[in-house]
């Protein structure tokens, strides 16, 4: 019988999200290039200081210069973020989930430090916390069923 070894390169702390975070997301870059396209449901599964790990019915390309935009709410708060692909699975036919990481600046990733790590304590304390998070299915929610 052989063991693997699962190695975790994340420097940072995740927060897993259950149930995920409901999110908008769209492609805002490609190869420094600016575009406008629309938006698409995603969950946030986890997310940290470095990056997240989402949910779609999309196959997106894990590639740097392809930056994604996401945008949330925690606690109250607006939260707009920006990362590319790094990783991709597919687990069920037709439902990809990705790794992210941040494309922000220090004081942005700073912030969403902040306001995790508030989510994190207020977390121990009660199960009532404010967020946009998903109430029925995961298939229903990310076809715009609600």
Request: glycine fraction near 6%; charge should be negative.
């Amino acid at each position: 019988m052989s063991t693997m070894t699962i190695v975790n390169n994340r420097q940072h702390f995740r927060l897993s999200l259950a149930p995920p975070l409901c999110s908008q997301m769209t492609i805002v870059k490609i190869n420094e290039q600016d575009i406008e396209i629309g938006e698409t449901r995603v969950l946030i599964e986890d997310i940290g200081p470095g990056g997240l790990r989402f949910t779609s019915l999309l196959k997106l390309p894990v590639h740097p210069h392809v930056v994604l935009e996401f945008e949330t709410e925690l606690l109250s708060t607006l939260i707009i973020i920006h990362g590319y692909v790094v990783r991709a699975c597919e687990f069920e036919p037709g439902l990809w989930q990705y790794g992210v990481k941040f494309t922000m600046d220090e004081d942005k990733l700073a912030a969403l430090a902040q306001l995790l790590n508030i989510f994190t304590i207020r977390q121990k304390k009660t199960s009532a916390l404010s967020g946009r998070f998903l109430t029925g299915t995961r298939i229903d929610y990310l076809n715009g069923v609600e």
